[in-house]
């Protein structure tokens, strides 16, 4: 079956340090991968999606960028935090293109990042 | 823009009761609904989900009712209990033809199910 780790689960960083936020997922192959904020009280907002190494695509301009070193793993990284990035970052992943629940996507638990 | 528009933000309902979640959306290359409940500090789980190819589908006591014309879409919750109490989202993505598959989620509803 099919697992997606998120670290750290909470991250409290002052204004101004870097991030890195990591995602993989086990059991599964070229998967697409994604990264969404949720803030408080709000819905999900797609950041960045991937459906290779390598290939990220960004959905909103912002102080993040993500890569995607290997099959199954996602980064979502910042080199100056904003007090606007605090919120909650989740990865998710669907299957790859073209099997029949490729249109499924399955979250991770989450990181908490709250920037002071 | 797509949107999905999601009513009510939120809603108690006595346990046994019926929960009902509207939603709307505009794009008409939207294909394929699903539905996520999210407990508090947990990432959302996909509930279940439906394609415009039928009117509805139920799994258990959770049903999504489809009406393609006017665009909207529901969940219910039969025989509501106490730990079906979560936030819902409903959520919308288009066959685009490519290889992903991007949801546009709505803002989500607050479910309480009083005991």
């Known amino acids: 079956s099919q697992t997606i780790h998120q670290w750290p689960a909470t991250l409290v960083q002052p204004v101004g340090s870097p991030l890195s936020l990591e995602c993989t997922v086990e059991?599964?192959?070229?998967?697409?991968l994604y990264w969404y904020r949720q803030a408080a009280g709000r819905g999900l907002q797609l950041l960045f999606y991937?459906?290779?190494?390598?290939?990220i695509s960004s959905e909103v301009p912002q102080n993040l960028s993500a890569s995607r070193p290997q099959d199954r793993q996602f980064i979502l990284s910042s080199k100056k935090l904003l007090l606007s990035d605090s919120g909650f970052y989740l990865c998710?992943?669907?299957?790859?293109?073209?099997?029949?629940?490729?249109?499924?996507?399955?979250f991770g638990p989450g990181t908490r990042l709250t920037v002071t | 823009q797509q949107q999905v528009k999601q009513s009510p933000q939120s809603l108690i309902v006595q346990k046994g009761g019926i929960s009902i979640i509207n939603c709307a959306y505009e794009?008409?290359?939207?294909?394929?609904f699903p539905w996520y409940q999210q407990f508090p500090g947990k990432g959302p789980a996909l509930l279940i989900a439906?394609?415009?190819?039928?009117s509805e589908k139920k799994e258990g006591r959770f049903t999504i009712s489809f009406n393609k014309s006017a665009k909207q879409f529901s969940l219910h919750i039969m025989d509501s209990q106490p730990g079906d109490s979560a936030t819902y989202f409903c959520?919308?993505?288009?066959?685009?033809?490519?290889?992903?598959?991007?949801?546009?989620f709505g803002k989500g509803t607050l479910l309480t199910v009083n005991p």
């Open positions: 998710a992943w669907s299957a790859d293109p073209g099997t029949p629940i490729s249109y499924e996507q399955y």
């Open positions: 059991g599964t192959s070229n998967p697409n």
């Open positions: 991937s459906v290779g190494i390598g290939q």
């Open positions: 794009n008409t290359a939207f294909d394929y």
């Open positions: 439906i394609r415009p190819d039928v």
């Open positions: 959520a919308a993505s288009p066959n685009s033809g490519g290889s992903n598959y991007k949801l546009t």
